[in-house]
């Protein structure tokens, strides 16, 4: 019954920011751990980061220091702040409720001049 949707994606120079977010519903977004995954064309889709439901984070090395993973329970939204963007992080982001495995449709994030 979790319903996961993204919003935020779009163009931006490479060195800039966007933020993303997830909004959730059908489910205790609370209690439940998410987490961010990205899939670039011709690759392997990818785990960026998650956080646990007591606000716990964990990134990937390639974007570590650059992506800050954060969650507000009481508007059961999901963010991911993204400074100093690469042409490397071009992909398809998705949001992911990690307790039940259901994913968001993916929102297109292109880092380019």
């Known amino acids: 019954q979790v319903q996961l949707v993204e919003s935020g994606g779009g163009l931006v120079q490479p060195g800039g920011s966007l933020r993303l977010s997830c909004a959730a519903s059908?489910?205790?977004?609370?209690?439940?751990?998410m987490g961010w995954y990205r899939q670039a064309a011709g690759k392997q889709r990818e785990w960026v980061a998650g956080?646990?439901?007591?606000?716990?984070?964990n990134y990937a090395d390639s974007v570590r220091g650059r992506f800050t993973l954060s969650r507000d329970n009481a508007k059961n939204t999901l963010s991911l702040q993204m400074n100093s963007l690469k042409p490397e992080d071009t992909a398809v982001y998705y949001c992911?409720?990690?307790?039940?495995?259901?994913w968001g449709q993916g929102t297109p994030v292109t880092v380019s001049s």
């Open positions: 992911k409720h990690i307790t039940s495995g259901y």
């Open positions: 956080i646990t439901s007591n606000g716990i984070t």
């Open positions: 059908g489910s205790i977004f609370s209690t439940a751990a």
